[in-house]
């Protein structure tokens, strides 16, 4: 994002899991703050230092320990690139339950770390049901061999999940255990031109009823957004015809166990919006091949790209009611306005898209250049909007060192303190990704 710059003059780049024992051990003593850095596409500035700290890269930490083929189960170490372990269980039939756009650079230590969301959280739910088990090096130095492949044990306080989305506040994530899914046999994807903003709800009631099973996703685009998306050349471009008049836009995907009994359901499904009394869709395209199947999803998934080509990105990654969505994103373009900051030279663009099924509202504001005088307009104006619909400032980026001192907008006080007394079990120094998550007090 170039927002954050830190002034570290190390970063060093274990072999092993005793590795980085030795160093924690070694910056423990000292006193030496330490930031865990996975694949560094975090959107919240949690990877960077704040100061001078250290950086301890895990990038070499890229080994698979096991992949159990009939349960599913993979053990990695921390610094596996997503794609890769994705490419790794595909001949077993098999998919990571996780998927994103960073996945090329993004580590799986650096996703279980941010509790990162992603494409599939839909169908497959979030990282705190699917990761089995964990490796994690403590400030200290100990290390906590948790990293189990049971699918039940109920031995008491689960110990994991505290590491699952702490940002390397906590401790150093080494090894994950996790559980894939089989490959479905078939997946197919629709994107959807809608004439207005109105009609999303009650498509996504109509999509959940008609696909069932097979749905997959159901991500939103709004139209700043896929102009955006088509003006950088991400994915296949609708014609004209098909994008006249539409507001904004929906990708469907399905994935299934056959494809002729899937792609009918989508053809029904596609029928029916376009032929109802009132058609909920101006128009969609199936995609006919897999070629077409990637570019529809580039659509989506480039959005983030075209926009940091585009400038400087403010990004809001927030939880609303689903029925809010455009209201959040009209409201603060017109509050921009109401400035005199949207203009060429200050806020260009302000859009919305995001994963519709999980209630989740990626809000891009989009500028020449970070200039105090947006951020000011920015906050607290939306945060006070997201606690006034009691959703969350972070759905799924995390809080990093952008958002700590908003936390008390999604965050009770007693919430708060109860996060530093455990952050203070694990971390009495505070050398553990210092001023991330929780303010520097
Ligand atoms: C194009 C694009 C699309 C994205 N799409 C999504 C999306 O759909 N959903 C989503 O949730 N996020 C998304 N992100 C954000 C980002 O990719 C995720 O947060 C990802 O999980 C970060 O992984 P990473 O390895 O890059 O971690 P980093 O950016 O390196 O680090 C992120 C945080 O985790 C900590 N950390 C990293 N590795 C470890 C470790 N081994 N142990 C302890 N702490 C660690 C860091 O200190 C930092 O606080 C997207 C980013 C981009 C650029």
Same mark, same amino acid.
């Given at each position: ?219 939103? $685009? ?19 015809? +098909? ?61 983030? +790209? ?27 373009? +017109? ?46 104006? $939306? ?32 919430? $708060? ?21 929780? +303010?520097?007090?």
């Amino acid at each position: 994002m170039g927002r954050y710059h830190g002034r570290s003059t190390t970063v060093l780049k274990p072999r092993t899991t005793q590795e980085v024992s030795e160093i924690m051990k070694w910056c423990n003593k000292r006193r030496i703050g330490v930031v865990p850095q996975g694949g560094n596409t975090g959107l919240v500035g949690g990877s960077v230092p704040v100061d001078n700290e250290i950086i301890l890269s895990l990038s070499n930490l890229n080994k698979v320990r096991s992949f159990d083929p009939v349960s599913g189960i993979l053990v990695a170490e921390a610094g596996c690139i997503l794609q890769s372990l994705t490419d790794y269980v595909a001949p077993h039939n098999h998919i990571m339950p996780i998927d994103l756009g960073a996945k090329g650079s993004c580590q799986i230590g650096g996703n279980v770390a941010t509790n990162a969301g992603g494409l599939r959280l839909l169908r497959y739910g979030s990282l705190h049901g699917t990761v089995l088990g964990l490796e994690v090096v403590l400030p200290d130095g100990t290390i906590l061999d948790q990293l189990t492949t049971l699918r039940k044990d109920n031995t008491g306080y689960d110990l994991k999940q505290l590491f699952i989305g702490a940002e390397g506040t906590l401790g150093v994530i080494t090894g994950v255990s996790i559980l894939t899914p089989p490959a479905p046999q078939a997946s197919n994807n629709v994107i959807l031109a809608l004439p207005s903003f109105d009609h999303v709800l009650p498509l996504y009631q109509t999509v959940k009823r008609q696909l069932s099973e097979i749905l997959s996703a159901f991500e939103f $685009i709004d139209r700043t957004a896929y102009d955006l998306a088509v003006k950088h050349g991400q994915g296949r471009a609708l014609s004209e015809e +098909e994008v006249d008049g539409a507001e904004c836009f929906v990708l469907v995907e399905t994935s299934g166990g056959r494809r002729e009994h899937d792609e009918e359901k989508l053809a029904d499904l596609l029928e029916l919006l376009i032929t109802a009394d009132k058609p909920l869709v101006n128009t969609g395209v199936l995609s006919q091949s897999p070629a077409q199947f990637s570019s529809l999803w580039a659509l989506r998934e480039g959005v983030t +790209e075209a926009v940091s080509k585009e400038g400087k990105a403010y990004k809001y990654d927030i939880s609303v009611p689903l029925s809010s969505f455009k209201d959040v994103v009209d409201g603060t373009r +017109e509050h921009l306005r109401s400035k005199g900051l949207l203009h060429d030279k200050a806020v260009k663009y302000v859009l919305g898209y995001g994963h519709v099924g999980d209630g989740n509202l990626h809000l891009n504001i989009v500028a020449d250049a970070y200039l105090p005088e947006i951020q000011d307009a920015l906050e607290p104006y $939306i945060y006070e909007v997201v606690a006034l619909h009691r959703g969350s400032i972070s759905a799924e980026h995390g809080i990093g060192a952008m958002k700590t001192h908003a936390l008390p907008y999604s965050k009770s006080a007693t919430s $708060i303190a109860l996060m530093r007394k455990i952050k203070a079990v694990f971390d009495p120094h505070g050398i553990m990704n210092p001023g991330k998550v929780l +303010e520097l007090m």
